[in-house]
C-alpha cells in the first residue's frame, strides 16, 4: 500500500541539496572612486557610516579597513592598491555619514597615466567624473592656483609693506606731537610757576629763562611744514605755512636779534598764549595717531583758539611795533646808501608792510580754524531709515 508523501515547507532545502553557507569573518570590497592632479591623489571609498577606518600605506601599498554599510548591505569591506609611483606614507583622510574621502599625495609633482603598478585596472575601482580631469585640464588648474597664489603673495607683501609705513608714519607723529608737548609744557609750568614766584619780575627776563627750549620747539615745528609736502598728514599746507613762518619771524628776527626787546613784557604774553595754545593742540594730536578720541579735549582744543590765536596774533603784533624803533636806530638787516649795487632797504618799513600781511594771515587761519571747528564739534547727522 503506498504511503502517503509529505509536503516538505517552502523554504526548507530538499533531500540532497547543499545549503550555501557564508563564511565567517569574510570581507567585502566597496566601491572606490579616484582622481589625480599632478601633486595628489583623490580616492572616495562608498561606505556611509563608517566610524573608525583603519587606513594605511606600507611599501607604496593604500591597505583600507572599515565597517559600513556599502554596496553588500552592512558589513566589513577591505582593498588595497598599489600605486604606481611612491607616495607620502601618511594619508589625510575623512569619514563623513555617506562617505570616506583619502588624499595622498605623490612623492613628486607629475602625472600618473594610470593609479596602480599593475596594468590591469581593479573591478572595484573607478574613476571620479566629479573630480575627473584630463592632464591638459590639470595643467591648466595648477598654472591657475600658481597664479591665485602668486597674487595672494604679492597683496599680502603690499598690505604689510602699507602696514609698515602706516605703524612708521603713525609712531612718528606720535613722538613728533609728544616732544612738542614736553616742550611747550616746560614753558607753561616755568613761566606759571615763575609768575607766582616773582611777580611782575618775571614778565622782563622771560626769553632768558624759557627761550632755549622754544627755540628748540619753533625750530622743531618746521617739521609741520614738511609733513604735509611728504603726505604723512592730511593738514592744509597753506595755514601751516602762515603759522610756522610767523612764529619763526616773531621769534628769531624781531626778539631774538635785538636784545632790548627780550626783556619786554610783550614777549612774555607772546610765550604764554603759544604755551596755552600747544599744551591742548599736540596731545590731540598724540591721540589720533593711536586712533583715540577724549572729547573733552577734542571740545578744548578747538574752542580754546577763538580767543587766544587773536590775542596771539596780537602781541606778536605789539613786539613787532615796539621792535622798530630799534631796527631804525641799528640799521640791523638793512641796506643803505652807497653800496656797489647802488640799491636800498629799510628792514623797519618791511615790519611796516608785515604788520599787514599778519592781520591777512590771522584771517586766512582764522577761517581755516573755523572749519575745521564746525567739522569737528557739530553733531553728526543721524541717517533716517
Known amino acids: 500500500m503506498e504511503q502517503p508523501r509529505q509536503e516538505q515547507p517552502e523554504g526548507s532545502p530538499r533531500p540532497g541539496m547543499e545549503q550555501p553557507r557564508r563564511e565567517p569573518g569574510r570581507s567585502l570590497t566597496p566601491h572606490v572612486y579616484w582622481a589625480q592632479r599632478h601633486s595628489e591623489l583623490y580616492l572616495r571609498v562608498d561606505l556611509s557610516g563608517v566610524q573608525k577606518p583603519d587606513i594605511k600605506i606600507t611599501e607604496n601599498t593604500l591597505s583600507f579597513r572599515a565597517h559600513g554599510h556599502g554596496a553588500k548591505g552592512d558589513n566589513a569591506y577591505e582593498f588595497h592598491l598599489t600605486f604606481l609611483e611612491p607616495v607620502n606614507l601618511e594619508p589625510a583622510f575623512r569619514a563623513t555619514e555617506r562617505q570616506v574621502t583619502i588624499t595622498v599625495k605623490k612623492s613628486e609633482n607629475r602625472w600618473w597615466d594610470r593609479l596602480t603598478k599593475q596594468e590591469k585596472k581593479p573591478i572595484f575601482l573607478v574613476p571620479d567624473f566629479d573630480r575627473w580631469l584630463d592632464e591638459s585640464d590639470a595643467e591648466m588648474e595648477l598654472q591657475a592656483k600658481e597664479e591665485e597664489k602668486e597674487i595672494n603673495r604679492i597683496s599680502l607683501e603690499s598690505r604689510l609693506q602699507e602696514n609698515s609705513y602706516v605703524t612708521m608714519r603713525k609712531g612718528y607723529l606720535f613722538m613728533y606731537n609728544l616732544v612738542q608737548f614736553l616742550g611747550f609744557s616746560w614753558i607753561f609750568v616755568n613761566m606759571t610757576v615763575r609768575l607766582f614766584v616773582l611777580g611782575q619780575d618775571s614778565l622782563f627776563d622771560t626769553f632768558h629763562a624759557v ?175
Open 211 to 385: 627761550g632755549d627750549v622754544i627755540n628748540f620747539c619753533q625750530m622743531f615745528a618746521t617739521l609741520e611744514v614738511i609733513n604735509p609736502l611728504l603726505g604723512l598728514v592730511k593738514t592744509g599746507l597753506v595755514p601751516a605755512v602762515i603759522q610756522v613762518i610767523g612764529r619763526n619771524m616773531v621769534l628769531f628776527v624781531v626778539i631774538g636779534s635785538q636784545e632790548e626787546m627780550q626783556s619786554k613784557a610783550a614777549v612774555f604774553v607772546v610765550f604764554y598764549l603759544w604755551s596755552i595754545i600747544e599744551i591742548f593742540r599736540y596731545p590731540y594730536y598724540m591721540l589720533s595717531c593711536i586712533g583715540t578720541e577724549w572729547r573733552m579735549l577734542t571740545w578744548i582744543r578747538y574752542t580754546i583758539w577763538i580767543p587766544l590765536y587773536p590775542l596771539g596774533v596780537l602781541a606778536e603784533a605789539v613786539c613787532v611795533v615796539q621792535s622798530i624803533a630799534y631796527f631804525d636806530e641799528t640799521g640791523r638787516f638793512s641796506i643803505l646808501l652807497p653800496n656797489p649795487f647802488n640799491i636800498s632797504f629799510s628792514f623797519s618799513y618791511f615790519l611796516r608792510g608785515y604788520l599787514i600781511v599778519m592781520f591777512l594771515g590771522l584771517f586766512i587761519n582764522f577761517r581755516h580754524l573755523y572749519k575745521q571747528s564746525n567739522k569737528r564739534l557739530r553733531p553728526k547727522k543721524r541717517k533716517l531709515r
